[in-house]
């Protein structure tokens, strides 16, 4: 049974940092590309980061350039967002979303709230 389980979201003042954690079980973690994407109140979802299965290669979405960071750890199956500079308008569920390189299956995470309030 594949499972995507987010957790370290919670409630930040502006300025401050969290780091996301999303854990991976059910298939072959160092397989997948793994990506962070998030979906605020009214809004589209939108794309946060990426990192390929080895981990050589990220890219990132405008709005968090310079102030997000995705790595990932190949030996716990875990995939990290460190989020620093934290806006009010960070405000979202955040997913972990993983591609499979072969084959093409997708999977998403059940989602964790990141607040930025003061």
């Known amino acids: 049974q594949v499972q995507l389980v987010e957790s370290g979201g919670g409630l930040v003042q502006p300025g401050g940092s969290l780091r996301l954690s999303c854990a991976a079980s059910?298939?072959?973690?160092?397989?997948?590309?793994m990506s962070w994407y998030r979906r605020a109140p009214g809004k589209e979802r939108e794309f946060i980061a990426a990192?390929?299965?080895?981990?050589?290669?990220?890219n990132y979405g405008d709005s968090v350039k310079g102030r997000f960071t995705i790595s990932r750890d190949n030996a716990k199956n875990t995939v990290y967002l460190q989020m620093n500079s934290l806006k009010p308008e960070d405000t979202a569920v955040y997913y972990c979303?993983?591609?499979?390189?072969?084959?093409?299956?997708?999977?998403w995470g059940q989602g964790t709230q990141v607040t930025v309030s003061s």
């Open positions: 059910g298939f072959t973690f160092s397989n997948a590309a």
């Open positions: 979303y993983a591609r499979m390189l072969v084959g093409g299956n997708r999977y």
């Open positions: 990192i390929t299965s080895a981990g050589g290669t990220t």
